[in-house]
C-alpha cells in the first residue's frame, strides 16, 4: 500500500509537469511543442545501453530558453560481472543488512514515460536532464550467485517490474537518468553529450533474504545521443 501511495504521488507529479506547457500557452500564447526522436548510446567499464526515444518539448518564459518535455523511452541495457545489493530502502541504506545477487551477464530492457527539462544559450547550446518515470522493465530469467554473510548459494533471478521513480532509494525497477550538454548544428539535429547514472534492478523467486526478493545495481553511465527533431 505504501509504496502504491508513492507511485500515485509520483504520476500526480507527471501529470502536473506536463500540464505546465499548456498553462503557459494561455497565460503567454506560447508556440507549439518541438515533436523529437533520440538516439542515444551508453557505456561504462561493466556495461553498456542503447536508448530510442520520443518525446515533445516546450519552450518556457519570454525567450522559451527554458525547455520542459516529457516523451516514451526505449532502453536497452547490457552488463558484464555485476553485483546487486538488497534494494528495499530498509536493506539499501544500511550495510549491516544488506545481501547480494551476482549476475554474470545481467540483461535487461525498460520502456518508460520520461519527463526532462533544460536550458539553451544563445540557440545553440543546451543544458539539461531527463529521467525515467513510470514504465516497465523486463528480460529474462539469469543464473546468479546469491551471498548472506559470506555463504553462497545458487540461484536464478528475473527483472520483469514496474518501474518507478520514487526518489533516491525508493526507485523500483530500471531506471535511467540522462545529465548532458548538447550542441544544435540545425533546426532539425543536434548532439548530447553527459553521464547518467542507471540502476537495474533483479527478483528471486524466493525470499534467500528474509523480507526481501529486490536487488539493485548500479552504474554511472558515460552517455552520447543524437536528436532529430520532427517540427511542431
Known sequence: ???????????????????????????????????????????????????????????????????????????????????????????????????????????????????????VIKEKFELGFNIDALGYTFGGDKDATFTSEGNETATTVNPGSITALLLGPNDIGMVRSDFFAGYKFSDTWKVRLGLGPLFTEYRTDTELQTGNTRYRGASMMILASVTYTLGS
Open 1 to 119: 500500500m505504501a509504496v502504491m501511495k508513492k507511485i500515485l504521488t509520483v504520476t500526480i507529479g507527471i501529470l502536473f509537469c506536463m500540464s505546465l506547457p499548456v498553462q503557459n500557452t494561455y497565460a503567454q500564447d506560447a508556440p507549439n511543442p518541438t515533436h523529437n526522436i533520440e538516439l542515444s548510446l551508453g557505456m561504462t567499464s561493466n556495461g553498456q545501453l542503447g536508448g530510442l526515444g520520443y518525446w515533445q518539448e516546450w519552450g518556457l518564459g519570454k525567450t522559451g530558453a527554458w525547455k520542459l518535455g516529457y516523451g516514451v523511452r526505449f532502453t536497452g541495457y547490457f552488463g558484464k560481472d555485476v553485483t546487486h545489493i538488497s534494494a528495499p530502502p530498509e536493506f539499501y541504506t544500511d550495510e549491516t543488512m544488506q545481501d547480494s545477487v551476482f549476475v554474470a551477464s545481467p540483461q535487461m530492457s525498460n520502456i518508460a514515460l520520461y519527463i526532462g527539462a533544460g536550458y
